[in-house]
């Protein structure tokens, strides 16, 4: 569903890192910053800056009695980690898989803080520059996106070992994809607006929806999240700091415009 226009992209395309100069690591670079979504929020150049990173908010209204199914109902409420208001009505036949609703309700629901880190794809060369305040860039090798995020899942990994918060129950896993420019909030005043199978998907992939208003950006994100009893943890704000030479087998220079 979310992801048939990322098959236009081409495959696999090409993924870009657009940076200032001095933070170019084909050139100068000693280090790839690594930060994550929730300190993305706060530190992020204001014309950049989502401020409802990895949120996704619904939003429900129902002005009247408004039949929907109970498994619907506990699917939009137990999803969500954090219900913000609810004025409901909710009148139930016995039996019935169906209850009666009314009223409105707010349902927040927030992704764990992880690391991040952005990319731009692009298929055209050169590579056009989507961000003013950039003028340099450098890319990952086409054929070396799995071991580029593979080792840099073990090199973030080894040090979280070093950190006081991270125990031996912990682990570090990684997902990448392409960012979902569907929005962050939702409004529904129907069961058919989305149905419980749509809002699975649209909380499974919470990680990587922005605002519209970003879609210049054709961002594409490797997301690196801990696990504890096999529960996601949330990771403290604090960026951290890599070693560019350790990654650079796996990355070139590129001409931008």
């Not at 199978?197 to 801990?226: G, H, M, P």
């Amino acid at each position: 569903m979310f992801d048939e226009w990322w098959k236009k992209a081409g495959n696999p395309p090409h993924l870009v890192k657009f940076c200032d100069a001095k933070d170019n690591i084909t050139l100068s670079g000693p280090n790839i910053r690594v930060g994550t979504l929730h300190e993305f929020r706060e530190s992020e150049q204001a014309e950049l800056r989502d401020n409802n990173e990895g949120e996704v908010l619904f939003s429900f209204s129902f002005p009247e009695m408004t039949p929907v199914s109970l498994h619907w109902l506990e699917k939009v409420t137990t999803s969500s980690g954090l219900i913000l208001t609810e004025r409901l009505a909710k009148h139930q036949e016995a039996n019935s898989s169906t209850i009666n609703i009314a009223g409105s309700f707010r349902a927040l629901n927030n992704f764990a803080n992880a690391y991040i880190f952005c990319v731009s794809w692009q298929n055209q060369t050169p590579k056009i520059n989507p961000f003013q305040n950039y003028n340099s860039a450098w890319a990952i090798k086409q054929s070396a996106h799995t071991q580029f995020s593979t080792l840099m899942r073990s090199l973030i990994a080894k040090m979280l070992e070093e950190k006081s918060w991270y125990s031996h129950n912990m682990s570090l896993k990684v997902i990448s994809g392409p960012v979902i420019y569907a929005g962050n909030s939702h409004t529904l005043s129907a069961e058919d607006d989305m149905p419980a199978s749509t809002i699975d998907l649209i909380l499974q992939n919470r990680w990587r929806v922005k605002s519209r208003q970003f879609e210049r950006e054709r961002e594409y994100r490797f997301l690196f999240f801990v696990t504890k009893d096999g529960q996601i943890f949330s990771v403290p704000k604090e960026p951290i700091f890599l070693d560019a030479s350790l990654l650079r087998q796996y990355i070139e220079s590129c001409i931008i415009e």
